[in-house]
């Protein structure tokens, strides 16, 4: 009989099969797309072209034919079509683009994809539109083209593929940690370190659903790694930046949770409170107004580095850090001068 399991991994969707005793000779493109819902032969061939498909452990071409016993494994970069998308016309902030990806510096406040509640005014909508004679985007999935993320009140830069076959091949660089990711964050406290890693499993919040937490013991959740270092000391907040090994969800804002340093004004995990300082009436002031300066948890993507998924070449690309949280960082720098 055959086994059949999915998992859906944020933004990809692996599935490992294993083909019965009985499995007659068969194409693998034509093998999966028998057994996959919703799943196209033609995403199954670009998968299969970017070595995301692997039969035995080794990739295969989607001319293989399947034989009794195979153990199949095929990474997709993203899941079935959920809702309809409607193209809105939503300005861009373009860093780059060329043929095959795009890449953007995303604003604070921008959804990147439609649910819970935000199923228009998001980062595909704007995509769908801007990117409406491009094939993949015209199928109208809710996640074409992404191979990443940032939460809607993250700042920074995202690539984002324009064919299926960059998508694959984006998406197995992202999957394989293979990509290289950096964060600049606002933290409550004075780290004891100057660099440091975080580790702990990360998964849903077992009392709220919509947070994430970390469960030390390792039993639940999925592995987190997160690297950091000082890059400036500013009293009772410190700025860092931050290196991501993977790429879990709210991964930067619950591991600094977890080590008791939450993010500046970071509503979800404790850093919208008056975590340290004095109690005077005056500083009490000054840190609501930087919470009024930047209504948001102080992170930004700043450096996003990979593989160009047709030259083969390393691309990477920097943002500048928003008005936002330089006009809070200047703040802190001139409080601690009259401290």
Partial sequence: MMEDLQEIIELYEHFHIVADKGQGLLRIDK????????????????????????VNDHPARPSYKVKPGDVISILLPHPPREIEIIPEDIPLDIIYEDDDIIVLNKQAGLVVHPGHGNYTGTLVNALAYHLKDIPLFQEGKIRAGLVHRLDKNTSGILVVAKTEIAHNRLAKQFYDRTSDRKYIALVWGNLKDDTGTITGHIGRNPRDRTKMYVFPDGKEGKPGITHYTVLERLGYVTLVECKLETGRTHQIRVHFQYIKHPLFNDEEYGGDQILRGTTFTKYKQFVKNCFSILPRQALHAKYLGFKH???????????????????????WRNYIVGM
């Fill in 31 to 54: 093998f999966l797309s028998n057994r996959l819902e919703n799943v196209s032969r033609t995403r199954i061939q670009a998968a299969a072209s970017a070595g995301n498909i692997l």
């Fill in 309 to 331: 998924p047709v030259s083969g070449e390393w691309v990477q690309f920097t943002s500048a850090l928003p008005e936002d949280m330089n006009t809070v960082i200047e703040k």
